[in-house]
């Protein structure tokens, strides 16, 4: 039957006014005068799911007792104006069902954790709510029927009320030996319980399709199941409760993370999905042991705080932009203006404090929803998230190492004296109260964002002004002068000044000053006080609150802006203060992705390590490449062979009389030996050069091991590299090969052994 797409979005918010439901027995349906006969002539005469064939199988059988619906909670997940409704895995189905039966009559509400208690169910209100990030309420079902229509691809549960209704018709049909029973909505629509195993939603006359015309069309009828056993619909277990590590994951430049335009958010969870199901297979045998349990991925999003209200940056932005190809500046402005942004002196600050305040609070909030927590932490940033992480992991301190001042500290980030004083300006003393209440003193009202006034109970138009006038006074002072800086473990190159050189660079500082802007400018490695800036403003990088167990870069262009600041190469002895651990993961086509070993052993160019596939070998095509290789090797080295036995052999002729040469060759003999010896030479130094790649040093960023790790790039990206090259910047969420590397790294130092599945 067809429908118009109004019909199918308002027929399930009709079905749960359950109190004008009309049941209607059989004895009820052979009466003469009812809105029934209106509509089950039309379904026995053109539906084609007459059922007299199936209920003739039906009754053959005795009845089976009537056994109460095992009930299964789903969640309601909207995408594009698009409802879809997924199960909850069996376990936090169970554990939703019994808080369920514990609710009761009790006033409070019931939370439940599920999903790795990254999730919220309040029972009572039947709405799921994140944990970790800003997202809408969805709503939460318990259910026990479903239907289906022509057009659905899955099966949609009914109301929980209306779920009832059905439930107590079935219990009375299948008690009674009662067919045949009807139940109408009371938008018209109607429900018929043939038999046990054929129950059919109809559509009424009054609603159907004006362009249809077929019979058969109109009154075909919906599937209605009762149970989650009876549809097809995939429930996993659930996940492991044991979280053996944290990751944090940084995305880069924009909102969107990959080619279908998915937040952060949503691109996490695939990460998340892959690293279940890779443990499932590679690490069976230690999770049957209990040996490990599961690796936490958590999302770290700073788009949103750059271009929120705080900053004023999309509405600065905006009055400059021209009117001309919008749909175009619109993408440039949310997503290539970042790049300037981290290399503006402003919002790089508020980046890198967003980046490390969000990092912290989730650390904070995961910490306390897991108690017994005792593994390590990571990072993972992707594109721009990786340089924000580098620079912010070459500024951490150790426990012992003292904080170093800024020529910027000595300025207090407004000109004023204290919190009442500016307050007083801004004509909002009546807050002062509540501001001291939160120890909120100026400083702090400086590092305050939109949400956190919001939560103190400030109207928007006085959050407006305060944040406003932040932003005022925060811009001229990031101009200030400040100390140019130089990490002991990078290089630059020197720089000579002649007196004629010293008298432009004099005069260049006296325009400078015209502009308010200085050549004072830090490393993103370390604090010590040089005369030559490398390209990075001068700001003041937070301290995290753990010390990072490993750091991978994915997609990164790290190694193309340490060149661009002036870096020739990085110190093989110099490591992350707090990070020991650092791997550069990159596909072949990437455009953005840019290599960090050449940077470290400048006298080899050593190939990046291969990232072995997750099944267990290379791609066919990649053996194929492998293997003609070797053929053509050891053609050449036959030939060549069969030339060395066949002048050995012509040399070994018995010559009568005449003495052995001692001294001259022929030229023949010559170009023989020499074209041999070459071969060996190829030979023997490719073998040395397989031997030098696997035993090189690549400094102590990893701890000495190897820094750059490759991809295998897909048979159809070997046809044209060009094609996929922006695909290849944003395959890393949904690559099973990179989650593989990640779990093995994080296992291996917990001394867990890793399994090849069998093929």
């Not at 788009?303 to 999309?314: E, K, P």
């Not at 400040?482 to 325009?511: E, M, R, W, Y």
Request: net charge negative.
């Amino acid at each position: 039957m067809s429908h118009s797409p109004s019909e199918e979005g308002a027929r399930p918010q009709a079905a749960p006014n359950t109190h004008d439901l009309i049941y209607n027995p059989p004895q009820a349906a052979a009466a003469g005068n009812t809105p029934d006969d209106q509509v089950l002539p039309v379904i026995n005469e053109g539906s084609p799911s007459s059922t007299s064939s199936f209920e003739i199988l039906d009754m053959e059988s005795a009845p089976a007792p009537y056994q109460e619906v095992h009930p299964h909670w789903f969640f309601c997940r909207l995408a594009e104006d698009n409802r879809s409704w997924l199960p909850f895995s069996r376990d936090d189905s169970d554990k939703l069902e019994n808080a369920c039966k514990t609710v009761g009559e009790k006033e409070e509400d019931v939370v439940v954790a599920v999903d790795g208690e990254r999730f919220d169910v309040h029972i009572k209100e039947r709405k799921r709510y994140a944990v970790y990030w800003d997202q809408a309420p969805t709503e939460v079902r318990r259910c026990t029927w479903f239907y289906k229509g022509d057009k659905d691809t899955r099966f949609m549960p009914y109301p929980e009320d209306f779920s009832k209704s059905l439930e107590d018709a079935y219990m009375t049909a299948v008690t009674l030996g009662k067919w045949k029973t009807k139940l109408e909505f009371p938008s018209g629509e109607t429900v018929i319980l043939h038999n046990p195993k054929l129950i059919m939603q109809y559509q009424p006359v009054g609603l159907q399709d004006d362009w249809v015309t077929s019979p058969s069309e109109q009154n075909r009828p919906q599937t209605v199941k009762r149970g989650v056993d009876n549809i097809s619909v995939d429930i996993t277990e659930g996940e492991p409760e044991q979280v053996d590590h944290l990751v944090f994951m940084i995305h880069g430049i924009g909102p969107a993370c990959d080619l279908r335009f998915r937040s952060i958010i949503q691109c996490v969870n695939d990460f998340r999905n892959a690293s279940l199901s890779l443990l499932a297979s590679h690490y069976k045998l230690a999770q049957q042991d209990g040996k490990i349990g599961r690796v936490e991925f958590l999302p770290v999003n700073w788009h949103s705080a750059l271009h929120g209200d705080a900053t004023g940056v999309d509405e600065d932005i905006q009055r400059i932009t021209l009117p001309s190809i919008s749909r175009l500046r619109h993408f440039t402005n949310d997503t290539l203006l970042d790049l300037f942004f981290y290399n503006s002196p402003t919002y790089c600050q508020t980046i890198v404090d967003t980046v490390a305040s969000e990092i912290n609070r989730l650390h904070t909030l995961f910490k306390q929803r897991h108690m017994a927590f005792k593994g390590a932490v990571s990072v993972v940033g992707h594109s721009l998230g990786s340089l924000i992480l580098f620079d912010l992991l070459t500024n951490q301190r150790t426990d012992s190492e003292p904080r170093k001042r800024f020529a910027s500290d000595e300025h207090h980030l407004l000109n004023c004296d204290t919190l009442e004083d500016t307050l007083t300006r801004l004509g909002l003393q009546q807050y002062l109260a509540k501001l001291q209440a939160e120890s909120v003193d100026l400083e702090s009202l400086g590092l305050c964002q939109d949400s956190d006034l919001k939560d103190l109970g400030i109207p928007l138009g006085h959050r407006k002004k305060i944040l406003n006038y932040i932003r005022r006074k925060r811009l001229p002072e990031c101009y200030k002068t400040g100390a140019s800086c130089l990490a002991s473990g990078i290089q630059v190159p020197t720089q000579t000044t002649s007196d004629q050189d010293c008298n432009q660079s004099a005069g260049l500082a006296k325009q400078q000053s015209q502009f308010n802007r200085t050549h004072s400018v830090t490393s993103a490695v370390d604090y010590e006080y040089f005369d030559v800036g490398i390209g990075q403003v001068s700001i003041d990088y937070p301290q995290l609150a753990f010390h990072p167990q490993t750091f991978f870069a994915i997609g990164s262009p790290i190694g193309m802006f340490l060149t661009v600041r002036g870096l020739k190469y990085i110190d093989p002895n110099y490591s992350f203060p707090t990070c020991k651990s650092f791997y550069n993961i990159y596909h072949p086509y990437d455009p953005v992705a840019y290599r960090i070993e050449p940077m470290i052993v400048a006298d080899v160019d050593p190939e990046p390590m291969l990232i072995p596939h997750h099944k267990g070998r290379k791609r066919m095509h990649l053996e194929l490449k492998d293997s003609l290789t070797r053929m053509s090797i050891d053609l050449k080295n036959n030939v060549l062979g069969s030339l060395r036995m066949a002048w050995q052999s012509f040399a070994r002729l018995p010559v009568v009389a005449l003495p052995p040469v001692v001294e001259g060759e022929t030229p023949v003999q010559r170009n023989l030996q020499e074209t041999l010896g070459a071969c060996e030479e190829t030979n023997f130094a490719g073998s040395a050069a397989e031997t030098v790649q696997s035993e090189i040093k690549m400094g102590m960023l990893n701890g000495g091991r190897r820094i750059d790790y490759v991809l295998q790039e897909k048979p159809i990206e070997s046809f044209n590299e060009y094609l996929f090259a922006i695909q290849s910047h944003l395959c890393y969420w949904e690559s099973e090969d990179t989650a593989l590397l990640v779990l093995k790294e994080i296992y291996d130092k917990l001394g867990v052994a890793f399994e090849q599945p069998q093929q």
